[in-house]
């Protein structure tokens, strides 16, 4: 059984900061991919940012420059550093590790960005 679990979501003002962290734990050796997803009222989840085993990143066309994704892989945990909020980044965050052709996905945390 895998469980992923994010947290640091919250209320910022534009032009603020948050940091999301995911943490995994279970029976299982590490991700071979983490990624960081947000899904707004009424749109379809995207992907913001995943970072392979290796340290391999990519990033959405909306976030690159502004957010950051780590990763530790001892801890099998990832981090996504967000600078320069913006109101159009209000969503429910997820997390989601992959392994194979599995994905596990955690809760979800809400960020909110004020104008």
């Known amino acids: 059984q895998v469980q992923v679990v994010e947290s640091g979501g919250g209320l910022v003002q534009a032009g603020g900061s948050l940091r999301l962290s995911c943490a995994a734990s279970g029976t299982f050796l590490s991700f071979d991919v983490m990624g960081w997803y947000r899904q707004a009222p009424g749109k379809q989840r995207e992907l913001v940012a995943a970072?392979?085993?290796?340290?391999?990143?990519m990033y959405a066309d909306s976030v690159k420059g502004r957010f950051t994704i780590s990763r530790d892989n001892a801890r099998n945990a990832v981090l996504l550093q967000m600078n320069s909020l913006k109101p159009e980044d209000t969503a429910v965050y997820y997390c989601?590790?992959?392994?194979?052709?599995?994905?596990?996905w955690g809760q979800g945390t809400q960020v909110t960005v004020s104008s």
């Open positions: 970072i392979t085993s290796v340290g391999s990143t």
């Open positions: 989601k590790g992959e392994i194979g052709v599995r994905g596990y």
